[in-house]
């Protein structure tokens, strides 16, 4: 019966669709208000970038300044070190972040042995359960100067004095990647081990008969094979950017490597919450928010490109 | 399993050596990372002097379980709580979530026809996933609801995880029609529809966005660090950061107390904190992975 | 196949009972103070190194024999909250979140000079000139007049909006040393900085601190930010207040040269790093926080700290083992080629009080505040209640509970009463150390008073901030960065925004100096 009078009455408009469709929008609507209450309207909120907000006066009763706070913001001199820590900890995720699962799950495909594998996986995807409280204090305390492994370590093989990691700046972008890969590598394994199980055994097969041995096969068969997941995950990867940042460079941050480890999550929320600079550091997300659209615009051009896809129909 | 295994042997093709290798490889990512949690299970076993000075790498020196018993001491009642909360949080935060996000998850993986509101919410959802909301205004406009220093602060604000709308979506619309078409005839509404036909067909998927959701409310930080004022409504996380900062101050007793603030009590909560997960992952390691490939696969 | 009405039901009914469940089990915003009962309750916020010591909760705070003392003492009696963790950022850091909560308690501390005038100029804080005048006579009297006016200064209108902490002669700072440690090494105070750093050497090569293990000596601490460590700093003629460098005036410059980026500070960085470069100090102090740093000296592990003199006993806990450590106080030591230095007293601290708009009796509010500065308050403060903690007997005090936790609901005393002092545990120790520290004091900053509006747009290189210095000297004193950073640290400095706040600061001074 609805089906018939849903091809007769072609152009429905909204009211009709709302009465007879009643029950669909009754559910819809919780989660529309969360959406405009919890997501949509802080949005709107941005608006005190514009503003010297004050905490007192509210939204509606703070000084309008136009583009003040951002042309202080351009002029912070350190403004484009935390642009450029963000940037470059991005980079580097994507860049030693992304082969990493892939190895793994590179290697894991090749044992055949059941246990061995499950004991494996389940030492790689438990870091991911944890969280950066945990991990980051897990860190600390292997790499601490006195009392960590990698300095007792060192020492009793190499003989040099301890190195008090954690207070390089230099180091620090490495130790956030490295454990960013300790942390995430395993789980995002998953998926590569997943499109592995997929392939035709059959293509193995003929690799073999054509005489190819591990490598060979490794190049020709399951590389290419893997390739359109490789793009989508790498693409997701651009498009996350700027994402996963606070909770663990706050946890592994000290005053020490501030210059190279402040991003501009981790600047919002100390200068923004905590020292009460509520309008200029609304700034900074804003801008923050522009160039990781940019990014996944031009992620999705890409993938356009490549796949004949993007991520949006 | 011998066929597969059959299968696996024609794929190999290669030496002795490079299987060896494999092997090898695997095994020294798997120390990787197991190592850190040796060297804490080490720590949390000794005495404070011994772990300062450097002694203890793999196994424990000048035994104890004092650190563990610091806890009890000192903090049993933080801890406790803290653990509660987040017990609550996690269990009904995620069924909240579950709820929510199916509810609105059948509507938008109807047809067009069927509801018009359709794309516009897709649209919202896909911006939300883009975009966070900057850190400031969400900060004033969730305390301008009045969510200030309250567990609900956590819950509301993931009532639904953009990512996992849009998991369930893509699930929903491939479930056969026919299903669904069968019961309207019997006179069914859309109610009927969710919860007779598509929820116990959807339990798979929504078994891992329960555990995704799960994982997000369990381990949750910056949310709790920018609304919750008050000690005794601290999750875990918080608690657990104001132990590893060394800031917390527990009451001054006259007495010296050798375990006040060292490395090694430090290292019995890591362990303390990651027995309950280490107990709890395995039996979802099957969801999450049939989770992670529906994710990947539908992107 | 397809049931009844009741799924549609139920669809609904689960929907309600989530709802309600969760609400029944979520716990709800702080309950508001109610105001009608007899005692003016008023909601405090209070630092938390008063609070830490036995802090208890808000609900339970009534039920303490000290608050309901207070009680009925004034009527009135403060509700205090605090937080604790990340030490006093997290306290400012906390006040602004209950603060952008639209929850203003009646009184609070402010700490934070930049926090104060945003107060001040919404209109938060109300003027104290007149109640100091009716009800707060001793509280006024503790500053000179001078010293009310760089409060003044403050506000734009001239009036008095927050009363500073009055560092009383127990809060100088004290370098402290452990006597018993010199003993056992053999060693007499050092009078040099050479004689300095060879006590260190020994200390740190010997079992200094008697518990039989001659590697658990750290010979002197800091915290993070290189604070707590002044006395390093100061011998060498920084101006610094806990931590923070201050301004000097140079009268051949006719400037005023932020102490960030002086000959002095860099001398003090090359003796850090020094120190550091041998071992002698604590290789974590750039980084460590003050519940570390605490814990370490409670494990009678440091043999020299910088602390307050009227709180050397909340680090003895190692005593019960140790009975007969000693402290002892050093007069900062002398460094080749300047004469010997004294500790810069600051008197006038941070804002400690301040009274919003939402107090109902403001009167009864400055009397409570009023009675902490009088000898009688100290006394409470210290020793507890009269008759029952203590009591007086024929002119000598006689103290007849030891057990009485820290906080006693009045504000910080500024009133120094030796006789109460010594009643305290170490009290005659404490004493000894006052009056020493006494001696080798002068008054400043030059800065005192000067106004925030100083740093505007700069609030980088406010002394509290300091960012550029604590990154870059951090680094110096820990050897990431070779000495001659330093220059370049200099020129940045200027450059980022030094030139413009020295000027202004320069300025400042010389029309309150009344120099050309």
């Avoid at chain 1, 992304?98 to 894991?108: T, Y």
């Avoid at chain 1, 060979?216 to 399951?222: G, I, K």
């Avoid at chain 2, 080490?42 to 650190?67: H, I, Q």
């Avoid at chain 3, 200099?490 to 320069?506: F, H, L, P």
């Amino acid at each position: 019966m609805a089906i018939n009078i849903g091809q007769l009455t072609k152009r429905e408009n909204l009211f009709q669709n709302i009465s007879r469709h009643y029950i669909l929008y009754l559910m819809v609507l919780p989660g529309l208000v969360f959406f405009v209450c919890i997501r949509l309207i802080p949005v709107a909120g941005s608006i005190i970038a514009w503003q010297e907000y004050s905490i007192f006066r509210g939204i509606f009763h703070s000084k309008w300044v136009g583009w003040k706070n951002f042309q202080e913001l351009f002029a912070y001199y350190d403004f484009y070190r935390i642009f450029g820590n963000t940037l470059t900890i991005g980079l580097y995720r994507i860049i030693f972040g992304f082969p990493v699962p892939i190895i793994l799950a590179l290697l894991m495909n090749e044992v055949s042995h059941e246990r061995f594998k499950k004991a494996i996986q389940s030492s790689l995807y438990l870091p991911y359960f944890l969280s950066w409280v945990v991990v980051a204090q897990l860190f600390y305390s292997i790499l601490h100067p006195s009392s960590g492994i990698v300095n007792i370590f060192l020492q009793k093989t190499i003989g040099i004095e301890p190195i008090f990691f954690l207070a390089k700046d230099k180091l620090f972008q490495p130790i956030v990647t490295a454990t960013f890969i300790w942390k995430y590598s395993g789980y995002y394994s998953i998926v590569y081990l997943a499109a592995l199980a997929s392939i035709d055994p059959q293509l193995y097969e003929a690799a073999t008969i054509d005489g190819a041995n591990r490598l060979q096969q490794l190049w020709a068969v399951t590389i290419p094979s893997l390739l359109p997941i490789m793009v989508i995950m790498l693409l997701l990867s651009i498009g996350r950017f700027l994402e996963i940042g606070f909770d663990q460079i706050y946890n592994l941050m000290n005053p020490l490597v501030l210059s190279t480890g402040d991003i501009f999550d981790t600047y919002v929320y100390r200068v923004g919450l905590q020292e009460g600079r509520y309008s200029l550091t609304t700034a900074v997300s804003l801008f923050k928010a522009v160039i990781g659209l940019i990014l996944i615009s031009c992620g999705n051009a890409l993938a356009k490109k490549l796949t004949g896809e993007g991520f949006f129909k | 399993m011998r066929r597969a295994r059959a299968e696996r042997r024609i794929k190999g093709g290669g030496t002795a050596i490079s299987g060896l290798l494999i092997y090898l490889m695997l095994i020294l990512i798997a120390l990787a990372m197991v190592l850190p949690f040796i060297h804490e299970l080490a720590k949390s076993f000794s005495y404070p002097s011994e772990v300062d000075a450097g002694r203890v790498s793999l196994w424990p020196r000048k035994p104890t379980l004092g650190n563990y018993y610091y806890y009890y001491r000192k903090h049993f009642v933080p801890l406790s709580r803290s653990f509660g909360i987040t017990i609550y949080i996690t269990g009904f935060g995620t069924l909240w979530s579950i709820y929510m996000t199916t509810l609105m998850a059948y509507p938008l993986s109807r047809s067009r026809k069927e509801f018009k509101f359709g794309p516009v919410a897709m649209g919202i959802a896909i911006f939300s996933i883009i975009m966070f909301p900057p850190i400031i205004p969400y900060f004033l406009a969730i305390r301008s609801y009045g969510l200030m220093d309250t567990l609900w602060s956590i819950i509301i604000t993931h009532t639904i995880v953009p990512f996992h709308l849009i998991l369930l979506v893509a699930f929903f619309r491939q479930l056969p029609e026919d299903l669904f078409d069968s019961c309207r005839i019997d006179g069914g509404s859309d109610w009927r529809i969710l919860f007779q036909i598509v929820l116990p067909l959807s339990k798979a998927v929504l078994a891992t966005v329960a555990i995704f959701t799960a994982i997000i409310l369990w381990n949750i930080f910056l949310h709790p660090l920018l609304f919750i004022n008050n000690p005794k409504k601290f999750p875990l996380q918080i608690f657990l950061r104001s132990i590893f900062q060394g800031g917390a101050d527990p009451e001054v007793l006259l007495q010296r107390d050798p375990f006040d603030n060292t490395e090694s009590i430090k290292s019995a909560l890591v362990i303390l904190t990651t027995i309950p997960i280490v107990l709890v992952y395995p039996l979802l390691q099957k969801h999450f992975i049939k989770g992670m490939m529906l994710g990947a696969l539908k992107e | 196949m397809c049931k009844g009405r009741a799924w549609k039901l139920l669809g609904v009914n689960l929907l309600l009972l989530t709802i309600i469940t969760g609400s029944t089990f979520a716990v709800g915003k702080q309950e508001a103070v109610a105001p009608e009962t007899e005692v003016y309750k008023f909601l405090n916020t209070w630092g938390m190194w008063d609070l830490s010591r036995g802090r208890i909760p808000i609900e339970e705070q009534p039920q303490s024999p000290y608050w309901q003392y207070v009680a009925k003492k004034f009527g009135a009696a403060p509700l205090t909250i605090s937080w604790e963790w990340e030490g006093a950022k997290g306290y400012v850091s906390g006040l602004r979140r209950m603060l952008a909560a639209g929850d203003i308690p009646e009184t609070l501390l402010p700490y934070e000079i930049k926090l104060t005038s945003e107060l001040i100029e919404e209109g938060i804080a109300i003027p104290l000139d007149d109640l100091l005048k009716k009800y707060g006579q001793d509280t006024y009297s503790q500053l000179t007049e001078a010293e009310w006016d760089s409060v003044r200064a403050q506000s734009p209108d001239g009036k008095i909006y927050y009363i500073p902490l009055v560092q009383f002669e127990g809060r100088i700072p004290s370098s402290l040393i452990r006597k018993d440690w010199l003993d056992r090494v053999g060693m007499g105070i050092p009078q040099t900085r050479d004689e300095l750093v060879m006590m260190y050497r020994a200390f740190k090569k010997n079992d200094a601190n008697g518990n039989g293990d001659p590697n658990d000596e750290i010979p002197v601490s800091g915290r993070e930010g290189m604070r707590w460590c002044d006395d390093l700093f100061m011998m060498h003629g920084v101006s610094m207040y806990e931590g923070h460098p201050q301004w000097r005036w140079h009268p051949d410059k006719k400037q005023l040269i932020s102490e960030q980026v002086s000959d002095e500070m860099r001398e003090s960085i090359e003796f850090l790093r020094s120190l550091y470069k041998e071992k002698l100090i604590d290789e974590v102090f750039v980084i460590q926080s003050a519940g570390d740093w605490t814990s370490k000296i409670k494990a009678n592990r440091i043999g020299h700290y910088l602390h307050l003199p009227w709180v050397i006993d909340t680090f003895s806990d190692f005593m019960s083992d140790f009975p007969d450590a000693k402290w002892v106080y050093m007069p900062l030591p002398k460094v080749p080629g300047k004469p010997r230095q004294k500790t810069m007293f600051q008197r006038v601290g941070f804002p400690a009080f301040m009274i919003t708009k939402q107090a109902k009796h403001p009167e009864k509010i400055m009397e409570w505040y009023n009675w902490s500065q009088t000898a009688e308050g100290y006394l409470y403060q210290t020793l507890g209640i009269p008759c029952v903690d203590w009591i007086k007997e024929g002119g000598q005090i006689k103290v007849l509970n030891k057990k009485v936790p820290f906080y006693k609901y009045i504000s910080t005393p500024s009133k120094y009463v030796p006789e109460a002092i010594r009643l305290t545990p170490l009290g005659e120790m404490k004493i000894k150390i006052i009056d020493e520290a006494k001696k080798n004091i002068y008054y400043g900053p030059d800065n005192l008073g000067m106004s925030s509006t100083v740093y505007e747009g700069y609030e980088d290189f406010m002394p509290e901030n300091a960012k550029l210095y604590r990154e870059w000297c951090s680094k110096m004193v820990v050897s990431e960065l070779d000495m001659s950073a330093w220059d370049e640290y200099v020129k940045k400095w200027y450059a980022s925004g030094g030139e413009v706040i020295t000027k202004r600061a320069s300025e400042w001074y010389k029309k309150m100096k009344g120099i050309k």
